[in-house]
């Protein structure tokens, strides 16, 4: 066993990968493979007893996919830093791993150029994204955020308790069920409702759900 | 994913072969696996996609993707991304001719191999397979 040097667990299902990852990585004298994981539970099981400076996890495994691995082992707070190896660039995914603790993402067919860069940018207290080290990280969040995020709900000059009531409807409520839900009188949902048909130009309530679905009117949770 | 023009990347092979120079035998052994468990893949593809199986289909492309694209066989790479995609889509009526297209880039890739290591590194499966 090397003194100093970086321990690293390999997880990924495919054997031709993993002797590829290792006989690239022990190439480096300073990096020492310890264990190698064919599975999201091994690889759970392997970073608890082995508790290796970095894992390099392939989101795509069977048993624990990567992704739930992931979130697992930054649950244990475990020493280990965990670094995303992925086929391809999906944003939501990056955005997704680094919430849940990830410190580098690397693409498959860069690996070769640029892993031990990035572990060694990772063991350096930085992150790694798109094939260089990430400086500042709050902004590569908000930017990934920006770019995955749903299109801004549309609020046609309607008031929120108005939106609110939109929700509502669509959701076959009648109003005599929004007047308890919001503790308000029938007479006071007609009157909202005159309002939002007069604001929308719809005629009824079939009118009014479908246009709040055809026109991102609803939460995103909702539709 | 960027895709590169020639099926075999050289920047990859050459620093894989870098990195295992201490063990020549290994390399070569290590491109071997690599053909032997794409000819496989590739095998049972086949079968998946005749019998309609999308989720088999799509976790073998995917399989097959990634060991393409960590030994540097980009174009392989790209087709089995078509194929996984297909898959996703719950669409296979064209992954037969995808998979033909992807059994020519691997051609491509062992001739270019067998060419850098010699004529033992293409697989004993190779002939059923293809």
Same mark, same amino acid.
Not at chain 1, 9 to 20: E, K, M, Q, T
Not at chain 1, 29 to 38: D, S
Not at chain 2, 57 to 80: D, E, F, I, T
């Given at each position: ?28 004298? @300073?990096? /020492? ?8 539970? =091994?690889?759970? =099981? ?21 992704? +739930? ?43 070769? =150029? ?9 063991? /350096?207290? /930085? ?15 908000? +930017? ?14 309607? @008031?929120?308790? =108005?939106?609110?009531?939109? @929700?509502?409807? @669509? ?53 | ?12 092979? *050459?620093?894989? !072969?870098? &990195? ?12 071997? *696996? ?11 593809? !086949? ?7 999308? *989720?088999?289909?799509? &976790? ?29 889509? $719950? ?11 992807? $059994? ?9 191999? &067998? ?11 190779? *002939?059923? &397979?293809?």
């Amino acid at each position: 066993m090397r003194a100093n040097s970086i321990r690293v667990l390999i997880a990924d299902d495919h054997p031709v990968v993993r002797v590829g990852l290792r006989n690239m990585l022990q190439a480096d004298p @300073t990096i /020492q493979v310890v264990g190698e994981a064919r599975d999201g539970m =091994e690889a759970l =099981e392997l970073a608890r007893n082995l508790d290796p400076d970095i894992l390099l996890l392939d989101l795509a495994m069977p048993n624990v996919a990567g992704m +739930d691995a992931l979130r697992e082992l930054t649950a244990d707070s475990l020493n280990t830093r965990t670094i995303v190896l992925t086929g391809l660039i999906d944003k939501r995914q990056v955005l997704e791993a680094l919430q849940l603790g990830a410190r580098g993402v690397v693409l498959k067919d860069a690996v070769v =150029e640029h892993l031990t860069a990035c572990i060694r940018a990772v063991m /350096q207290g /930085q992150y790694w994204l798109e094939g260089h080290p990430v400086q500042n990280l709050v902004q590569v969040l908000r +930017d990934l955020s920006a770019q995955t995020a749903p299109p801004p709900r549309r609020t046609y000059g309607l @008031t929120a308790r =108005e939106l609110e009531v939109v @929700t509502l409807i @669509t959701e076959g409520c009648t109003n005599k069920d929004i007047a308890k839900t919001f503790g308000i009188s029938e007479e006071t949902v007609k009157r909202h409702l005159t309002n939002i048909f007069n604001k929308l130009g719809v005629g009824n309530r079939l009118e009014l759900a479908l246009f709040a679905l055809n026109h991102s009117l609803l939460p995103a949770e909702t539709k | 994913m960027p895709v590169e023009e020639t099926p075999l990347s050289s920047a990859v092979f *050459d620093q894989l !072969r870098q &990195a295992m120079s201490n063990d020549s035998a290994g390399f070569a052994a290590l491109y071997r *696996d690599y053909l032997a468990d794409a000819w496989q893949t590739f095998q049972n593809l !086949r079968a998946s996609i005749d019998q309609g199986q999308f *989720d088999d289909v799509q &976790a073998k492309a995917h399989y097959l993707k990634s060991s393409s694209l960590v030994l540097g066989a980009p174009l392989v790479a790209h087709c089995a991304t078509e194929v996984e995609r297909a898959a996703l889509a $719950k669409d296979l009526s064209d992954a037969g001719a995808l998979l033909d297209k992807t $059994k020519g880039k691997l051609q491509q890739v062992q001739a270019e191999l &067998a060419e850098r290591l010699g004529k033992s590194v293409i697989p004993e499966n190779y *002939d059923a &397979a293809a």
